[in-house]
């Protein structure tokens, strides 16, 4: 039996706009706009759309490095939503994060050894020997070199750098990983080095994953369930496979078209979007894809589409599928 991990209800994370000497708040961005969903131990769901879309601010006001505007976040049947210092700091332990700069993420006048093991010091785990024996572990479990211990960030290339943030991250032993763009930054033939090593851990450490990209080909091959956002809000939820075999959503069927297929003799027309994202800080009336949807309706323009379940686990906000 599939236990839930997190559940996002109803989240919300609009960022203020001021201006003026005096700071006036004059609009906001809703970088995050209503979304829920839940995430069960040991699954991994993608994140996909844009930038902009709001995916990584998703991310991150879930594990609480941005404050929620409103809704609820519950974890482990916990709600953390106003968690104070106290439990942020017992939830860092539970919760990590893997940003897609490897480099900019890992400070680089620390060597490899004091970066994998500080979480552990600030949260006054083991001994020394223990922290040291749990590095050269992780390390190798990441696939570096042991001796890595004493080299610089700067000594290492782009993916070995990458491994060494994951092995930060895992230095704790959490159980929810948020992987923001963890490959974008890298060469293809590094990238699936990378997904291969997340899903190797993923079975030994029993680790669910939220996996965050604007690339669904990347989160296609690790993600068994898939969230596609536009401006901040969910458009489509489905199994991987089912959404891939069965796209509804028309932003879901453009991004669809717009990877490359391996099979040439395969055709798939692509769908070219007009047009610019929209801003989030002044999103469009009715449904927010409508000023660059191909299928646009007159009711779009003046309705929200409902959330709608349209079976097998398959979710979708538009209104040519709630007719
Ligand atoms: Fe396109 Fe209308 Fe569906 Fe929005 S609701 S995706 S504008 S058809």
Known sequence: ?????????????????????????VGHVKAVDNISFSVEAGETVGIVGESGCGKSTTG???????????????????????????????????????????????????????IIERPMKIHNLYDKKERKDRVLSLLEQCGLDPSSIHKYPHEFSGGQRQRIGIARAL???????????????????????????????????????????????????????????????????????????????????????????????????RIMLKGDLPSPSNPPAGCPFHTRCPKVMDMCRQEKPQWKDAGKGHFVSCHIYNQ
Not at 2 to 21: A, M, S
Not at 94 to 100: A, K, L, S
Not at 180 to 199: F, H, K, R
């Open 171 to 269: 230095a704790l032993n959490p159980s929810l990983l948020v992987l923001d763009e963890p490959v974008s930054a890298l060469d293809v033939s590094i990238q699936s080095q990378i997904i291969n090593l997340l899903e190797d851990l993923q079975e030994e450490f029993n680790l669910t994953y939220l996996f965050i990209s604007h690339d669904l080909s990347v989160v296609r091959h690790i993600s068994d369930r898939i969230i596609v956002m536009y401006l901040g809000q969910m458009c489509e939820m489905a199994e991987t496979i089912e959404l891939f075999n069965n796209p509804l959503h028309p932003y879901t069927q453009a991004l669809l078209s717009a990877i490359p297929l391996p099979d040439t003799n395969r055709k798939i027309e």
């Open 60 to 114: 991150k006001t879930i594990i609480r490095l941005e404050d929620p505007t409103s809704g609820e976040i519950i974890f482990k049947n916990k709600d953390i939503t106003t968690a104070d210092y106290a439990t942020l700091k017992k939830l860092r332990r539970e919760m990590q994060i893997v940003f897609q700069d490897p480099f900019s993420s890992l400070n680089p006048r620390y060597k490899v050894g004091s």
């Open 1 to 25: 039996m599939t236990e839930t991990l997190l559940e996002v209800k109803n989240l919300k994370k609009y960022f203020p706009i001021q201006k003026g000497l005096l700071k006036k708040t």
